[in-house]
Nanobody, 123 residues
Framework: VQLVESGGGLVQPGGSLRLACQVSGFALDFSTIGWFRQAPGKEREAILCDSVRHGISYYSDSVRGRFIISRDIAKATVFLQMNSLKPEDTARYYC?????????????????WGQGTQVTVSS
């Protein structure tokens, strides 16, 4: 199983980015996807979890309404659309995958991880 993130970069406050997480070796339509981020000097935090059983759970109120997850099953890719970006969104963003995690926000629920993609929000 391999997850490869892309789409990060430098963006001005108020701007948008769309991250992609390409999945291979696991059926995306039967998997649960988690997005996490880690800012410099901070612990990795859960952003949201998209479960095939329970739908989407947001763990950060700061991204609710600004970050939107979607899947393209044919392309085996998950997208994280990030709008109205703020400097505090600066972090390395990771996608993670497992079959049926509980979506509690714990990193330990996910067996498979990408390498991350850097997002920097700055003027």
């Amino acid at each position: 199983v391999q997850l490869v993130e892309s789409g990060g970069g430098l963006v001005q406050p108020g701007g948008s980015l769309r991250l992609a997480c390409q999945v291979s070796g696991f059926a995306l339509d039967f998997s649960t996807i988690g997005w996490f981020r880690q800012a410099p000097g901070k612990e990795r935090e859960a952003i949201l979890c998209d479960s095939v059983r329970h739908g989407i759970s947001y763990y950060s109120d700061s991204v609710r309404g600004r970050f939107i997850i979607s899947r393209d099953i044919a392309k085996a890719t998950v997208f994280l659309q990030m709008n109205s970006l703020k400097p505090e969104d600066t972090a390395r963003y990771y996608c993670a995958l497992d079959e049926h995690p509980a979506c509690s926000g714990s990193q330990g629920e996910f067996a498979y991880w990408g390498q991350g993609t850097q997002v920097t929000v700055s003027s």
